[in-house]
């Protein structure tokens, strides 16, 4: 009898709850990034904006009423090849990243639609790889370089609550870090001798990620 009443008791406080705009959710959240609009230097030093579906993960623990904190795991990867093989002719660009790190994340209200501030800080592990040009066109270089930096990103996104376990959120942030890249480029020209210089350069990293996060997240 017992168990029956305290059964009762909890749906009915989790049904009325559900219809006055209210929930709550479990302490424990994994998240899958679905998709994201962010920007990458996927040709060296040209941040453009690149889709990219299921590349990340979060977890998310509850501190206390709407104070959360986070962990994030991110990986990005874009091939861009428009060489001319018949023409001997390279254009090929690869930008491969890994991104870890921690956050916290400020929650407003307890409604199914729920606005939210964050912030995280990313360590960043990213390989750039160019190859341009060729016989035909009389210069040819090859670059491979290594980026290691760290980012703050400011976020501000909102999560609906579709149940106790399932909701979605959406996030946009603004990114802010340094790099240190590490490598060499290789230069031929035709009339010239070829070129084997080491590259190192500090970066300074600052761009806008209109939809940095569009996940998919299981409460438990």
Do not use: C
């Not at 406080?13 to 990034?33: A, E, H, R, T, W």
């Not at 962990?71 to 930008?95: A, G, I, T």
């Amino acid at each position: 009898m017992r168990k029956i009443l305290a059964t009762g008791i909890f749906l009915f406080l989790s049904v009325s709850g559900f219809s006055q705009g209210d929930l709550i959710v479990l302490q424990n959240k994994m998240s899958v990034n679905l998709f994201s609009y962010v920007q990458r230097p996927v040709i060296p030093y040209d941040n453009a904006y690149y889709p990219m579906a299921m590349h990340g993960l979060i977890y998310t623990r509850q501190i206390n009423m709407n104070r959360f904190a986070r962990v994030r795991f991110d990986y990005f990867q874009r091939n861009l090849d428009h060489s001319v093989p018949d023409k001997h002719y390279f254009d090929v660009h690869l930008y491969t990243s890994l991104e870890m790190g921690a956050g916290y994340e400020q929650g407003f209200g307890e409604k199914i639609v729920k606005p939210y501030l964050a912030g995280d800080i990313l360590f960043t592990n990213a390989l750039l790889y160019a190859e341009t040009g060729g016989t035909d066109a009389g210069t040819y270089e090859k670059r491979q370089t290594r980026q290691m930096g760290i980012s703050a990103l400011p976020a501000l996104g909102f999560t609906l609550q579709v149940s106790r376990v399932v909701s979605f959120s959406v996030e946009t942030n603004f990114e802010l870090g340094y790099a240190h890249e590490k490598g060499t480029d290789f230069t031929w020209t035709a009339d010239g001798i070829p070129l084997n210089t080491p590259l190192k350069h500090s970066l300074f990293i600052h761009r806008w990620n209109p939809v940095s996060l569009l996940a998919f997240e299981l409460s438990f």
